[in-house]
């Protein structure tokens, strides 16, 4: 006799089906503020606005190109795509990174692919379909118009790429192959084998240099950018630290375009790459710009479990193994401990295909690390135990390897199993592989019109550091394509009709807003290395991304985000009174660097946390225990909760001043403005994968 589950996935039967009756469990936390809404999307129908937009778009002639200037912040596909495009345009562009090359972006990272509505495979697919699949996947709370574009422009950015001599993969016959990502039963995605970022990457980083050696892009690796200048109301330009001499830089420009990244490093492990941070993101919201859904992160599936306290990274298995693997666990929690190989067909549970039959391993990244961790604690989950319990569920290539050969799998997955083995010791093509879930993704982050500029003028925002076209759950796949959409063809037209003003007045180096937002950098600098504490910068990002991983990461409840809320601001204040950062300011200095985003961190986590809170209904990647269907899947409550939360911050944008405290109280209760979203093209159904 087995001790299997019924097919209920609810970690805790103790919760029920919430009502949809009005409760702010957030209620003194923040101050409800003024609605906000895109003013930029046209009417019309859907499959128009785009075209509509861009022919509105006033028009900067060539000339006045070369008289205008914009800084971009970060060289990922987003940054790179849009300072390519732009420099190409013919303005003038100072493009930044911390790392020491612009194609050491995270977004190289990127493993499995990259979706586009090309339908090559002829199995149903359009640009319609890649629209109402991101929306659903989306759990519904996605900007309509944002989405349709997106899915619009996905076409063009495969030629795109393919001209810029980006290596796809091909079918025997010449086309470009596809494979399914979640959540989807198309096969959309383009990609190279495992390393699709790195190529996409390559191919954005060349036009980004062909721009250099045009002379209208101006590169700045190895600066950090510490501060937004703000002046009369507009982005004017950043204050920005040299890492390697320290040096404090002020840039100017015309307009300021963030493609920053995403912060899901807040959780301290995640497969981001270690250098992924907020302070870009969270400099511009103490500054004025809105911080939207910033508790929607996604934690992917297929990641290689946690092994021990000490870890510090945590590193993907791309999702388009959930293609041909099968994912499982030992129905008899008496195998858990057993070798894989010798629990027999019968005595496995192919969880995910017995509850979803319709999707099967492809449902989105949300319902399956759910599911996954439903298993793992119900005693069911395999590997070594971490803290007492067994966190790892199998993914299986063993049918796979006997329909179609090993060297089929090689040639699709080789470099992801090669780098499974390095890292794990055990050999994927022998025994199956053991994954659990992980952060991967933040789908929140500034707020943005349907012209990707933020709440506060002049400042654009792309890619991961914009709260996005996903929602409440990205599908797999479609972070590229977001990325190089917004870079390549969306801000190119959008940012012209705000160019379009000029010529600006001209801002001096010594104007009062540029000497204090230099100022402000100083002293957060000097603070830092003057508070001579006990404790290292990494032992209060390990013990914050603790509180975010037990607290608001798979399962959210009201007690659990109040607990981590108190936790995060006595960890905050301790942070600033305690911490020690070693080393001077005017070198190379990790330490320092750290500091500061960890500071950042330490703030945004509570926001996230508010946001969570508020939210008291499941959706997408955001699961309240509070809202669950009877079978345990996530309970939307679209009557009170279909909106943007857009956070506007009210403490000082410089903290600062006399004693410890007073770096770390400077928050003030946000202000939220809610987007109301609303479907005309799409009708707004409870999702079912079944
Ligand atoms: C392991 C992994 C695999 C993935 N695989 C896929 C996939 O197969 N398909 C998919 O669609 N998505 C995938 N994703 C998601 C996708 O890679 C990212 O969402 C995307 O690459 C983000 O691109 P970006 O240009 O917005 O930011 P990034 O690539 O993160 O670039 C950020 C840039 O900003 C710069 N920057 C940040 N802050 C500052 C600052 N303060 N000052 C100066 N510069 C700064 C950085 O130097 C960097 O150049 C994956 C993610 C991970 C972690």
């Known amino acids: 006799m087995t001790d299997m589950p019924d097919t209920t996935l609810t970690s805790d039967p103790s919760y029920h089906v919430d009502s949809a009756e009005e409760s702010d469990d957030a209620a003194g936390y923040y101050v409800p503020g003024a609605p906000i809404a895109d003013t930029k999307a046209p009417g019309g129908p859907i499959d128009e606005q785009w075209d509509a937009r861009k022919f509105e778009a006033r028009m900067v002639s060539p000339t006045n190109r070369r008289k205008l200037s914009v800084i971009i912040i970060g060289t990922g596909l987003a940054g790179a795509s849009a300072g390519a495009t732009l420099g190409e345009a013919g303005y003038h562009v100072k493009s930044f990174c911390y790392q020491d090359s612009p194609r050491r972006a995270h977004s190289i990272a990127a493993q499995g692919g990259i979706n586009a509505a090309k339908n090559y495979k002829e199995d149903g697919d359009s640009v319609h379909r890649l629209f109402y699949d991101t929306v659903k996947g989306g759990d519904y709370r996605s900007r309509e118009s944002n989405v349709y574009r997106l899915a619009d422009v996905s076409t063009n950015i495969i030629d795109q790429c393919v001209a810029q001599g980006v290596p796809f993969a091909r079918e025997y016959g010449g086309l470009l192959d596809n494979r399914s990502f979640g959540g989807v039963q198309v096969s959309r995605t383009f ?16 036009a980004l240099e062909r721009q250099v050696r045009a002379g209208t892009v101006t590169t700045y690796t190895r600066h950090e950018m510490l501060e937004l200048v703000v002046v ?36 301290y492990l995640s497969t981001n790459a270690m250098g992924s941070n907020v302070t870009a993101s969270w400099r511009a919201h103490r500054k004025g710009a809105y911080m939207a859904n910033p508790c929607y992160t996604q934690i992917h599936p297929t990641c290689i479990p946690v092994s021990g306290a000490h870890q510090s990274k945590l590193t993907l298995m791309s999702e388009s193994l959930r293609n041909d693997g099968r994912i499982w666990v030992p129905k008899d929690k008496a195998d858990c401990t057993k070798d894989p190989r010798d629990i027999p067909e019968a005595d496995r549970d192919y969880y995910l295909e017995r509850i979803y039959p319709s999707f099967g391993n492809l449902v989105p990244r949300d319902i399956a690390s759910r599911a996954a961790k439903y298993q793992c604690d119900d005693g069911r989950g395999v590997g070594p135990e971490v803290d007492g319990v067994r966190r790892g569920v199998y993914l299986d290539f063993a049918d796979a390897i006997a329909r179609l050969g090993r060297d089929a799998i090689e040639e699709k997955y080789g470099n992801l199993f090669d780098m499974y083995a390095r890292i794990t010791g055990e050999n994927p093509y022998e025994v199956p592989m053991r994954i659990y879930p992980a952060v991967h993704y933040v789908m929140g982050g500034l707020w943005v019109d349907y012209d990707l500029q933020s709440s506060l003028p002049g400042l654009f925002v792309t890619g991961e550091a914009n709260f996005s076209d996903h929602g409440a759950n990205r599908l797999g796949a479609s972070a590229l394509m977001q990325g190089l959409a917004d870079g390549y063809f969306v801000l190119p037209h959008t940012i012209r009709d705000y160019l379009a003003d000029g010529p600006f007045d001209t801002v001096e180096e010594d104007h009062p807003a540029v000497l204090e937002a230099r100022a402000a950098v100083q002293e957060r600098i000097e603070h830092f290395l003057t508070v001579n504490g006990t404790r290292s910068v990494d032992s209060y990002h390990r013990e914050l991304g603790n509180i975010m991983w037990e607290y608001c990461g798979m399962e959210r409840s009201e007690d659990g985000l109040k ?7 006595t960890l905050r204040d301790d942070f600033h009174r305690n911490v020690k950062v070693l080393g001077s300011a005017d070198s190379l200095n990790q330490s320092l660097e750290k500091a500061g985003r960890v500071a950042d961190f330490l703030e945004l986590g509570e926001l996230m946390c508010i946001d969570a809170l508020n939210r008291r209904e499941s959706c997408g990647c955001h699961f ?43 928050m003030g209760a946000p202000v939220l403005h809610k987007e109301e979203l609303t479907y005309s093209a799409i009708e707004m159904k409870q999702r079912s994968y079944k």
Do not use: C
């Open 624 to 666: 309240r225990a509070e809202s669950q269907t009877e079978d345990g899947e996530a309970l939307r409550h679209d009557d009170l909760y279909a909106y943007v939360a857009a956070w506007e911050f009210t403490g000082s944008p410089n903290p600062g001043g006399t004693g410890a405290s007073a770096w770390a109280d400077q």
């Open 232 to 267: 009369d109301g507009r982005a004017r330009g950043i204050i920005a630290r040299d890492m390697v001499t320290g040096a404090i830089e002020t840039h100017l420009a015309d307009v300021v375009v963030l493609a920053s990244g995403g912060y899901g490093n807040v959780y």
């Open 191 to 206: 990609y190279a084998r495992g390393q699709t970022g790195q190529q996409l990457l390559i191919g954005a980083y060349q």
């Open 563 to 569: 607990k981590a809320i108190d936790l995060i601001r």
